[in-house]
């Protein structure tokens, strides 16, 4: 049985923790969409007195104004005698509490009567608006003006309502009015605070209701963290024993291999031996060889998993390297009739395991004769580039479909074509060559077509001087 790795104390102490930040997230939210639906509101409330107030001007110009105003009011500027008629039946009629300032607008938007009389003659200022009154629609907006009785850029709710003759369609102007915002405001206020107080008492109530739901779901999450840091130490305890069983058998194997392939070569030394007992012979030590390969490789996994793996750093000739890698794989190639060819430049030497990269090369010419057809072409190429060596294995073989091109570089993969051709391996190759290649600060990376074949590039930097992380490192 696995210890909780939480102890009762610390439990107790994070609970009432987690409680308050969900609590304050809660109230944040809360918090939030209140204010969201306070503004929403405020501004229906707000829109909804502009409209109060312009309904209203509009009443009092058709109830008090339309019939008293003549046609020529509305063309030019008025006279002097006008103008004072026009200020009694404004001052006695209109200029009631909260209407601070009357225009009178013609059809061409020159203002011919206003109650602050240094405005007559001057143009309306806003034609498009202007337009839409003479069709026949009232508009109403928020401005900024002196009035007539001194007061100094007053808010005011300016509102222009059409004019129409009896029996006609067209408006034949416009009378504008300005009403104190403050009015208003006032009826902005009166509906705005029972509806804040509302909303509040509404969010508090939601709050309050939500907290023993809060409650209930940390206790979960706590006893759910609890559960699954167990479970993660368990599994790290099983990893860590896999890790250990695959490095000791991996170990304990490699001496009997290494001794059965002994005892078969001291065998196939004997002059008795018939050509069948020779062939019995030489399957047991192909068979044994890809057993302890295989073993090798796990033992290498296993290695670097547990951060064993040492490597030993000494100046390297890549195009020596390269060199030999190809000489050797040259019989290979000659058996499946495969051309290979090897194309180097002198390199500077890099700061690198001589075996291990040479265990890299062989992997990724090795793959390269395997997957590739009787009659094909495998080039290896030496270059430098951008401060880097590129080691390129381009071959003409089978190539892969771009879903698995991802998954090649995993341990224990196989491509379907060599499943289905029943190619040997065992997917470790490619996981070797990217650990061996990462550990020396480089990469390795693959383009592939399918039907056309496959390229494999290493790069590896000329100037390197210490090792990158291992994999284990890369990955926290």
Not at 111 to 122: E, F, P, V
Not at 264 to 269: I, K, W
Request: hydrophobic share 45%; net charge neutral; proline share 4%.
């Amino acid at each position: 049985m696995v210890d909780s790795p939480y102890p009762a104390t610390g439990s107790a102490e994070r609970q009432p923790r987690l409680v308050l930040r969900f609590a304050l997230y809660a109230g944040a939210v809360l918090l939030a969409a209140g204010l969201a639906i306070a503004w929403l509101v405020n501004r229906e409330v707000a829109s909804r007195a502009e409209r109060t107030v312009e309904q209203q001007a509009a009443a009092a110009v058709n109830a008090n104004l339309r019939a008293r105003l003549d046609a020529g009011d509305f063309r030019a500027p008025v006279s002097r005698d006008r103008r004072a008629a026009l200020d009694t039946l404004f001052r006695r009629s209109i200029l009631i509490p909260g209407v601070v300032g009357g225009r009178v607008i013609g059809p061409t938007g020159t203002i011919t009567y206003a109650a602050n009389h240094d405005a007559i003659g001057d143009l309306a200022p806003d034609e498009a608006t202007l337009r839409q009154v003479l069709a026949g629609d009232t508009s109403r907006r928020v401005a900024r003006m002196d009035t007539w009785r001194g007061q100094k850029n007053l808010e005011v709710l300016r509102v222009i309502v059409p004019v129409r003759q009896a029996g006609k369609s067209h408006a034949i102007g416009a009378v504008e009015l300005d009403q104190d915002y403050r009015a208003v405001a006032v009826t902005i206020g009166d509906a705005r605070w029972p509806l804040a107080v509302i909303l509040g008492l509404a969010l508090v109530a939601l709050y309050v209701s939500l907290f023993p739901i809060l409650r209930r779901v940390t206790r979960e999450l706590e006893a759910r963290n609890r559960q699954l840091a167990g479970q993660n130490d368990r599994l790290r305890q099983l990893d860590a024993l896999k890790d250990e069983f695959v490095a000791l058998v991996s170990h304990e194997l490699r001496t009997p291999l290494t001794s059965i392939r002994g005892y078969v070569d001291l065998l196939q030394d004997d002059a008795t031996l018939t050509d069948e007992q020779r062939r019995f012979l030489g399957i047991v030590d192909r068979n044994a060889g890809r057993l302890l390969d295989l073993v090798s490789d796990l033992l290498f996994l296993a290695q670097i998993d547990a951060g064993r793996m040492t490597f030993e750093l000494q100046p390297v000739s890549l195009e020596a390297l390269v060199r030999e890698c190809v000489e050797s794989s040259l019989p290979a190639a000659a058996a499946k009739r495969i051309e290979l060819q090897v194309h180097t430049e002198p390199l500077p030497d890099v700061d690198g395991d001589p075996a291990r990269l040479a265990q890299v090369l062989d992997n990724l010419v090795s793959n390269a004769l395997k997957f590739t057809p009787q009659g094909g072409r495998v080039d290896v190429r030496l270059v430098a580039a951008g401060g880097s060596a590129v080691i390129e294995v381009q071959d003409t073989g089978h190539g892969l479909a771009e879903e698995e091109q991802v998954q090649l570089f995993e341990r224990f993969f196989r491509s379907s074509r060599a499943a289905e051709e029943a190619i040997p391996g065992t997917g470790l190759g490619l996981a070797i060559a990217k650990t061996i290649v990462e550990r020396h600060g480089g990469r390795i990376a693959l383009e592939s077509v399918v039907n056309a074949g496959t390229t494999v590039r290493v790069e590896l930097p000329l100037s390197q001087r210490t090792f990158g992380p291992a994999p284990q490192e890369l990955a926290a």
